[in-house]
């Protein structure tokens, strides 16, 4: 599990990076291939993101998976 203030820096990065590219939770979860009430809960924190959501978000949103995630 992902430290408490760590998870949440990291959230607050994944949402800066989702909104600067004029996205919705719900377009970015089904520019995923996710559910949109699952990626509504992984950004809020509440469970965690695999690898392999991880660097498809990353490519998504054009980050390097460094600048969001960690």
């Known amino acids: 599990?992902?430290?408490e203030k760590v998870g949440e820096k990291m959230n607050r990065k994944l949402k800066a990076a989702r909104v600067e590219n004029g996205l919705?939770?719900?377009q970015l979860a089904?520019?995923?291939d996710m559910p949109a009430s699952t990626?509504?809960?992984k950004?809020?924190?509440q469970t965690e993101f695999t690898i392999?959501?991880?660097k498809k978000i990353s490519e998504?949103?054009?980050k390097k998976p460094a600048s969001i995630f960690f």
Request: proline share 0%; net charge negative; hydrophobic share 45%.
């Open 1 to 3: 599990m992902v430290d």
């Open 30 to 32: 089904e520019l995923i």
């Open 39 to 41: 990626y509504q809960k």
């Open 24 to 26: 919705t939770q719900a």
């Open 43 to 45: 950004e809020q924190g």
């Open 52 to 54: 392999a959501e991880a």
């Open 60 to 62: 998504v949103l054009k």
